[in-house]
C-alpha cells in the first residue's frame, strides 16, 4: 500500500500574535498612514476594524488575516507588497533617465541634484502622480510652492474620498493612444478622443462632466500667475487629474482642459516618461489638438456651409456670432477658421487686432456673448456627500470639504 504523502501544516488562524514580520507590518503600516495624514481613528473606520485592532496591527503585536490586509489596502490606496515593504515603500511612477550628477549618487542624496522643477513636483510624484505638463507649456514659469502643495493636498484628498466611497478609478477612456505629432495627427487624435467619450461631432459646454464621468479628473484652484493649467498621470490607478485656474474665463478654461488632455497624450507616447523640455513642437500640438476637439472640422465646416460664409465673409462680429455655439474663445475659433481654409492670413490679422483690442480694454475678458461658469469641483462634491453617509467617514469628509471650499 502505497505511503500516503505528508499531510500539509494548518494554516495559521487569523489575526495571530505577531512576530519579525508583525513588527516590519506594523512599521510599513504606519509609515503609510502617516503619508496619508490619517489618524487611527479615520483608518480604522475605512477598514472596518476596531481603533483598539488597528492599534495591535500597528505596534507588531498581531499579523491581520488576508481579508483584513485587503480591507486595509485599500483604505490606504496602496498595494499588499508596500504593507510589508520597509518602511511602507511604494511603488514609485515612471521617473525620468538619471542625470550624469545622479549617476553613482549615495542612496537619499538625489534630492541634491534636482532642479527646483522636479523638487517641487517630487511629494506629488511619491504618491504615483506623476506630472505630464512641461514647463515649457507654461512660458517657464512654475507655479508657487504653495499652489503646489494645495494642488498636492486637493489630489490626494480626491483620492481618499473615492476610496472611501469605493469609487471607481481607472480612466474609462484609453489614456495611450498611437499618433502623429502634426495637423493630421492633431487632427486624428482629437477625433479617436471625442469617440472615446462618445461625443462624436456634437458640441456641448459641459466638457468637465464628460471628462469626469470617464475618469479623468478635473480640479479648479487658484494658480500661479502666467500657470493656466497642469495635467497629472495617476500610476496608481491610470487615470489623470486636470488642474485649472479658477480665476480664468470659462472659454479659457475650456481651451486649457483640452490642452492638458494634449500632454496626456503626448507624455503617453513618450513612455510614460517626461516629455522633452523646451519642445515647441509638443506646445504647437497640443494647441492645435484642443482646437480640433472643441472645434470639430465637419462641425465647423456644417456651421459656415449654412451661412453660405467662406474666405471673404468673416467679420469680427461674425466670429463673436458663431464662435459662442461652440463654447470656444473667439481667438481659437478665429485660428480654427484659417486651418479649415475659411479664413485668409489678412483676415486673420484684422480679427486678431480687433479681439485683443477689446483683450486691452476690458481685462481679458471674452468678447462677445460669454459662456456661463463652468461647473466647477462638481464630482468631488458629489463625493464629499457620498462619503458623508457612510458610517465613521462624515466628519473626515466634512474636513475635505472645508479645504476645496465645497459647501456642505
Not at 525620468?96 to 517630487?122: C, I, S
Not at 484652484?221 to 474665463?249: K, N, Q, W, Y
Not at 477658421?337 to 476690458?362: F, P, Q, T, V
Request: aromatic share 6%.
Amino acid at each position: 500500500m502505497p505511503a500516503r504523502p505528508p499531510r500539509p501544516a494548518p494554516l495559521p488562524p487569523p489575526d495571530e500574535p505577531g512576530d519579525a514580520d508583525a513588527a516590519a507590518f506594523g512599521a510599513a503600516l504606519r509609515a503609510i498612514r502617516a503619508r496619508r495624514g490619517l489618524r487611527q481613528q479615520e483608518l480604522a473606520a475605512a477598514a472596518g476594524l476596531s481603533p483598539a485592532q488597528l492599534s495591535l496591527f500597528e505596534s507588531g503585536a498581531r499579523l491581520p488575516a488576508v481579508r483584513t490586509l485587503r480591507r486595509l489596502a485599500a483604505a490606504l490606496d496602496t498595494t499588499l507588497d508596500a504593507l510589508f515593504a520597509d518602511g511602507g515603500a511604494e511603488p514609485a511612477a515612471p521617473a525620468a533617465a538619471a542625470t550624469p550628477a545622479e549617476a553613482g549618487v549615495l542612496p537619499g542624496m538625489q534630492d541634491l541634484f534636482r532642479t527646483p522643477e522636479e523638487a517641487l513636483f517630487a511629494p506629488l510624484a511619491a504618491e504615483g502622480v506623476v506630472r505630464t505638463t512641461r514647463r515649457d507649456a507654461y512660458a517657464g514659469r512654475l507655479p508657487a510652492e504653495e499652489d503646489v502643495r494645495r494642488l498636492e493636498r486637493r489630489i490626494l484628498d480626491y483620492r481618499r474620498l473615492e476610496t472611501i466611497c469605493g469609487a471607481f478609478r481607472q480612466a474609462a477612456i484609453p489614456l495611450s493612444l498611437p499618433f502623429r505629432e502634426d495637423a493630421e495627427g492633431a487632427e486624428m487624435l482629437a477625433g479617436r478622443v471625442r469617440e472615446s467619450l462618445g461625443l462624436g461631432d456634437s458640441i456641448l459646454h459641459d466638457y468637465v462632466s464628460v471628462l469626469e464621468n470617464h475618469g479623468v479628473r478635473v480640479v479648479f484652484l487658484p494658480l500661479s500667475a502666467g500657470v493656466e493649467s497642469l495635467s497629472f498621470h495617476d500610476a496608481r490607478s491610470d487615470s489623470a487629474f486636470i488642474a485649472v485656474d479658477d480665476s480664468r474665463t470659462a472659454e479659457k478654461q475650456l481651451f486649457r482642459m483640452a490642452v492638458e488632455l494634449a500632454w496626456l497624450y503626448l507624455f503617453a507616447r513618450n513612455g510614460r516618461r517626461a516629455v522633452p523640455e523646451a519642445a515647441e513642437a509638443n506646445r504647437r500640438f497640443a494647441n492645435l489638438f484642443a482646437a480640433c476637439f472643441l472645434l470639430p472640422r465637419s462641425a465647423v465646416l456644417s456651421a459656415a456651409a449654412s451661412l453660405g460664409a467662406g474666405r471673404g465673409d468673416w467679420t469680427y462680429r461674425l466670429v463673436l456670432r458663431v464662435k459662442r455655439h461652440f463654447g470656444a474663445s473667439a481667438e481659437a475659433f478665429a485660428y480654427r477658421l484659417l486651418e479649415l481654409g475659411l479664413l485668409s492670413d489678412a483676415e486673420l490679422s484684422a480679427i486678431l487686432a480687433e479681439i485683443r483690442r477689446h483683450y486691452a480694454a476690458h481685462r481679458n475678458r471674452e468678447p462677445g456673448e460669454a459662456l456661463p461658469p463652468l461647473v466647477r469641483n462638481g464630482r468631488l462634491a458629489d463625493l464629499v456627500e457620498r462619503a458623508r453617509g457612510i458610517p465613521g467617514a462624515a466628519d473626515e469628509a466634512a474636513a475635505i470639504a472645508r479645504r476645496a471650499g465645497v459647501p456642505l
